[in-house]
């Protein structure tokens, strides 16, 4: 089966500047996540989303970041205006439900902020 | 908060001798824990969780609920298996995962 997508694979933006990225999960998996990974760390959760509502976005900056998942099916995380501190690999993952589904990794979207 | 730590940012052993990469996490009731891996230019993937109790590679991980600890171990290391691995708990109540660190594997020839 395909994995997940995520497109751009590189995103390169000055500060103050606003950024889009794109996430395809596996087909028929309804829960999709947004992680940060910050160098030197492991991935942080964002936002997780169940079909097209949110489960939990606890940890996501809403004063700048926002996320959508119309139809349930793709997403889009955007950052508007984006800061020195979000250069980051941006990953998207998607599992069947929650509940102890395994969750699928996308390649991730690799953020740099000058 | 539901931690997980893992105390070695990078480790480097020879091929062909033992592997244990530690992962500590904070105490909360039932803990849920995994193991996952980055291959060089690869997507991050699960390697094993503790509740299936199977060996994936020839790595196993054993929860020790007195240590508060979920050490990953290979009895003998082979230059494949050199990559980020991360230690991630899952959080009771919620489908979200919490990440240690990760450490950096390395397996000389």
């Known amino acids: 089966e395909a994995g997940v997508a995520q497109s751009p694979r590189y995103k390169i933006i000055e500060k103050r500047q606003s950024v889009a990225f794109w996430c395809n999960p596996i087909?028929?998996?309804?829960?999709l996540y947004w992680y940060q990974q910050i160098l030197g760390q492991g991935p942080k959760l964002l936002i997780q989303f169940q079909n097209n509502g949110v489960v939990d976005d606890s940890q996501l900056p809403k004063d700048r970041f926002s996320a959508e998942r119309l139809k349930g099916v793709d997403s889009t995380l955007k950052i508007q205006p984006a800061k020195l501190e979000d250069s980051a690999v941006y990953l998207c993952?998607?599992?069947?439900?929650?509940?102890?589904?395994?969750?699928?990794f996308g390649p991730g979207t690799r953020l740099t902020v000058t | 908060a539901q931690r997980v730590t893992q105390p070695e940012k990078l480790l480097s052993v020879f091929k062909g001798a033992p592997v244990e990469l530690k992962c500590n996490y904070s105490y909360s009731g039932s803990p849920e824990l995994f193991w996952y891996v980055q291959y060089s230019r690869q997507r991050l993937q699960l390697l094993l969780r503790?509740?299936s109790r199977e060996s994936i590679k020839g790595f196993t991980a054993d929860l020790n609920k007195g240590e508060t600890s979920f050490h990953l171990k290979k009895p003998f290391a082979q230059e494949e298996d050199s990559a980020m691995y991360y230690c991630a708990r899952r959080i009771q109540g919620a489908q979200k995962l919490v990440f240690g660190q990760g450490t950096r594997l390395t397996i000389n020839p």
């Open positions: 993952a998607s599992s069947l439900g929650t509940g102890g589904w395994e969750q699928y």
């Open positions: 087909s028929g998996h309804a829960t």
């Open positions: 503790h509740i």
